[in-house]
């Protein structure tokens, strides 16, 4: 009877094979040598070393941003420039809040030390202002820092930094002006610059003396990061900065 078994426990064996499509041995060796194993394992290590190295050229770039916006933001241009452009803050009722106080404070010490011939005021309103962002800036700079009204210009539409950049930068080409020095709070000096730099206009910075948090240099890293990746144009198109 044994004799008689073995042929019909081989045909079986056989019949697994190739149901299975995997060669079948009767000893129950152990498969762990099967090459195909091998063969995921050589196109598996490649992947993952490629992957860690995007990981890390991804934070490298972040790190290289973020140590670019903390290095402008400490930085003080102190140079001439044919205008200064004050970048908009929050007003209330037409009076400038402390940021946009200090922004304007700035710019009309600039005029005063003859380091630039006008002074740009910049930004739009909320839909239920009263006036504007820029109103606010040109009334305080005529009425409170005295400065005469045929320096100053007014850009009133812009509800982000990107279009009131692009916008001053359309009407200054018209004087033939291009090179200008932006005022602004130091976390944002150099994300303005850059974008200033996109819009045509040959600009360097001269910030506030406001603090500034790690928080703020953090969500502009990633604003001068993702920026400089799709273009600032782009980027205001998603999200208002």
Same mark, same amino acid.
């Not at 909320?126 to 800036?137: C, P, R, S």
């Not at 982000?160 to 976390?187: C, H, M, N, Q």
């Not at 850059?194 to 603090?211: K, Q």
């Given at each position: 009877m044994h004799g008689d078994d073995e042929p019909e426990q081989e045909r079986v064996i056989e019949w697994l094979a190739v149901m299975g499509d995997q060669p079948v041995s009767s000893t129950g060796s152990d498969d762990s040598d099967d090459p195909i194993d091998d063969d995921d394992a050589e196109v598996g290590t490649p992947m993952k070393r490629i992957a860690k190295i995007a990981a890390a050229l991804v934070a490298f770039y972040v790190v290289a941003n973020f140590i670019d916006v903390w290095i402008a933001s400490a930085s003080d241009y102190d140079g001439t420039a044919t205008a200064a452009v004050v970048l908009g803050a929050a007003q209330y009722n037409g009076e400038p809040s402390d940021a946009l106080q200090g922004r304007l404070d700035r710019a009309a010490g600039l005029y005063d030390d003859d380091r630039v011939e006008l002074i740009v005021v910049t930004g739009g309103g909320?839909?239920?202002?009263?006036?504007?962002?820029?109103?606010?800036?040109?009334?305080?700079?005529?009425?409170?820092?005295?400065?005469?009204? !045929? +320096?100053?210009?007014?850009?009133? $539409?812009?509800?982000?930094?990107?279009?009131? =950049?692009?916008?001053? *930068?359309?009407?200054? @080409?018209?004087?033939?002006?291009?090179?200008?020095?932006?005022?602004?709070?130091?976390?944002?000096?150099?994300?303005?610059?850059?974008?200033?730099?996109?819009?045509?206009? !040959? +600009?360097?910075?001269?910030?506030? $003396?406001?603090?500034?948090?790690?928080?703020? =240099?953090?969500?502009? *890293?990633?604003?001068? @990061?993702?920026?400089?990746?799709?273009?600032?144009?782009?980027?205001?198109?998603?999200?208002d900065v």
């Open positions: 909320q839909a239920a202002d009263v006036t504007t962002e820029a109103k606010t800036g040109y009334d305080y700079l005529r009425d409170t820092a005295s400065i005469p009204d !045929e +320096a100053l210009r007014l850009e009133v $539409d812009g509800t982000s930094t990107y279009l009131s =950049l692009a916008a001053a *930068s359309r009407f200054l @080409a018209r004087e033939g002006i291009r090179d200008v020095i932006l005022v602004t709070d130091p976390y944002h000096a150099k994300r303005s610059k850059l974008i200033a730099e996109e819009v045509g206009l !040959e +600009a360097n910075v001269s910030p506030t $003396d406001s603090s500034t948090s790690f928080g703020r =240099l953090i969500q502009e *890293s990633g604003a001068t @990061a993702i920026g400089r990746l799709i273009s600032f144009r782009r980027l205001d198109a998603y999200i």
